[in-house]
């Protein structure tokens, strides 16, 4: 064997920080949670094998977590295209005003804002105005908040990604489709729409897997109530391992969350040929 040379020493040390931070932190969590979902296992107290048990018991017959189920898919339902609509809304205004840079400082700041004042400064808002609390204390509306809040705390993102898109429009392109008439809804629908189309998929994407992992809204606004009705799938989880101290089942909820997400991201992925075009 040949003895190593100076710079494949230096390679390795390079690399051997972020192998161990890889190994440490990512892949060890995610066996002990492959194996923690398998199992009853109590933060203190004896561990016991029961295979499928905790899947079984989350999808059958744990109603908070159905519950927490379908807020999460109301939310997501909710949030995201209302998210999508307001920042391309936004992005095709901006572009056509002279203060695009300002539009887009101010849009942005929520988004960049820590996530727990926002919802601090929105239950504050919620309480300070007549009649206000009630909408956090209805289960009829109280999701509705959290909607509320979590698209003025997210749509700066996406609307950066569309501004930026709609910018690199190819003017040919746009000037060859005036030539031929296309105005109007038209030209968006027929022109701009599949010109900005990857980027439409990007964020689509990305904010539908952080609407299926919401947690710090509701849970900062309502605590998952009243009731369970702003219980997200999170929630649960975070419920499960630290509030009832069961670490499997814990495991077992983050893991069928990871499924949920993982599935709708291959849908995605797959429905994107349809309908995203990539410039040659």
Known sequence: MKPRTT??????????????GLGLFTLFPVGMAVVMSFFQWPMLGTREFVGL???RYLLGEDPDFLSALRNTFVF???YVPLNILLALGLAFWIHRSRWANLWRVL??????????ANAVIWKLLFQALGGAPNVLADGRTALLAVVAMSVWQGFGYNMIVFSAAVNEMSPSVLEAASLDGATGLRRLV?????????????????????????FTQPYILTAGGPGNATETLVMNVYQAGFESR?????????WLLFAIILGVTAVQFVGQKRWVHYES
Do not use: K
């Open 7 to 20: 710079e494949q020493w230096s390679a390795l040390g390079f690399v051997t920080p972020s192998v161990l």
């Open 53 to 55: 048990d905790n899947f």
């Open 76 to 78: 997501t339902g909710l």
């Open 107 to 116: 849009f942005f700041v929520p988004a960049i804002t820590p996530m727990v």
């Open 190 to 214: 027929s022109v701009q729409l599949p010109l900005i189309s990857p980027a439409l998929f990007f964020a689509a994407t990305m904010t539908m897997i952080n609407a299926l992992q919401v």
């Open 246 to 254: 069961d670490l499997g089942l814990a495991a077992a909820g983050a």
